[in-house]
């Protein structure tokens, strides 16, 4: 399974952007995906996840609200739409992958892409 986050970019403090992870490999329906985020000098985060089934999914507290993960398992992508971004959302942001159910710990997950840049300016 491979994975390519892409969409990132530099914006303004309440804009929008949404990121795309795309998933090659077989059984993409059967894996539940990721968003992590990592800021310079912090360690890598969760955002948010949709299980395999797509009828689940887990936000952090710091997004929540604000942040809405989607996956379209017939063209294997699976979006991340970031609304009212806040400086604090500056991060490089990547998707990873886990077969079946997740606990969702960075350290869980089996497979991740590179990750892609965000920058929300103030």
């Known amino acids: 399974v491979q994975l390519q986050a892409s969409g990132g970019g530099l914006v303004q403090a309440g804009d929008s952007l949404r990121l795309s992870c795309a998933v090659s490999?077989?059984?993409?329906?059967?894996?539940?995906i990721g968003w992590y985020r990592q800021a310079p000098g912090k360690e890598r985060e969760f955002v948010v996840g949709?299980?395999?089934?797509?009828?689940?999914?887990h936000y952090a507290d710091s997004v929540k609200g604000r942040f809405t993960i989607s996956r379209d398992n017939a063209n294997n992508i699976v979006y991340l739409q970031m609304d009212s971004l806040k400086p604090e959302d500056t991060a490089v942001y990547y998707c990873?992958?886990?077969?079946?159910?997740?606990?969702?710990?960075?350290?869980?997950?089996?497979?991740w892409g590179k990750g892609t840049l965000v920058t929300v300016s103030s």
């Open positions: 990873a992958a886990d077969p079946l159910d997740t606990t969702w710990r960075p350290s869980g997950m089996d497979y």
């Open positions: 949709i299980g395999w089934r797509g009828a689940t999914s």
């Open positions: 490999g077989r059984s993409f329906s059967r894996y539940s």
